[in-house]
T-cell receptor, first 110, second 114 residues
Framework: DAKTTQPNSMESNEEEPVHLPCNHSTISGTDYIHWYRQLPSQGPEYVIHGLTSNVNNRMASLAIAEDRKSSTLILHRATLRDAAVYYC???????????FGTGTLLAVQP | KAGVTQTPRYLIKTRGQQVTLSCSPI?????VSWYQQTPGQGLQFLFEYFSETQRNKGNFPGRFSGRQFSNSRSEMNVSTLELGDSALYLC?????????????FGPGTRLTVL
């Protein structure tokens, strides 16, 4: 399973944009890039996923590098509720398992 | 739609006992996966069931087993409990759309082994 590398922690101020980076230099052509987050005392929650093109949804945007070896999750206006551990995960083939790394702990200051 | 439900939410057992955890997926979802979360090891994949068949398995001993019923509900069982089995056990259901899917997690069952 291809691995991802994320910073252990990041800080942001409320209502400011947040850019969470993820490196995945061993990504294969069929791997999707998924992001999940886990709020305190809850199960993980799907955020967004993409393959090659940048993606937007109501929660966030995903910017994927042209060579696909890195990606960035963008929260346009951080709120206190966005404080969570964010996981960047590569998924490919028929396997359904999510291989979680250590993720990035995002702290949001009021 | 109702989300993924897990029962019980909390459980206390002693070493050597066995435990069964239950997961009800979102209606229409046929795939159920189980994960173990501990402070030391993080989130680790246990196994995945699809249409009553185990499709994927993680690196856990045979004491960890599971099954899925025809209504997609799933159970996992841990026999001969050890202290190290204390963890949050998470269940996720998913629906494939094209070449990938989205997993929806339940709130988890907090197992404490004394």
């Amino acid at each position: 399973d291809a691995k991802t590398t994320q910073p252990n922690s990041m800080e942001s101020n409320e209502e400011e944009p947040v850019h969470l980076p993820c490196n995945h230099s061993t990504i294969s052509g069929t791997d999707y890039i998924h992001w999940y987050r886990q709020l305190p005392s809850q199960g993980p929650e799907y955020v967004i996923h993409g393959l090659t093109s940048n993606v937007n949804n109501r929660m966030a945007s995903l910017a994927i590098a042209e060579d696909r070896k890195s990606s960035t999750l963008i929260l346009h206006r951080a709120t206190l509720r966005d404080a969570a551990v964010y996981y960047c995960i590569l998924r490919g083939g028929a396997t359904n398992k999510l291989i979680f790394g250590t993720g990035t702990l995002l702290a949001v200051q009021p | 739609k109702a989300g993924v439900t897990q029962t019980p939410r909390y459980l206390i057992k002693t070493r050597g006992q066995q435990v069964t955890l239950s997961c009800s997926p979102i209606s229409g979802h046929r795939s159920v996966s189980w994960y173990q979360q501990t402070p030391g090891q993080g989130l680790q994949f246990l196994f995945e069931y699809f249409s009553e068949t185990q499709r994927n398995k993680g690196n856990f001993p045979g004491r960890f087993s599971g099954r899925q019923f025809s209504n997609s509900r799933s159970e996992m069982n841990v026999s001969t409990l050890e202290l190290g089995d204390s963890a949050l056990y998470l269940c996720a259901s998913s629906l494939w759309t094209g070449d990938t899917d989205t997993q929806y997690f339940g709130p988890g069952t907090r197992l404490t082994v004394l």
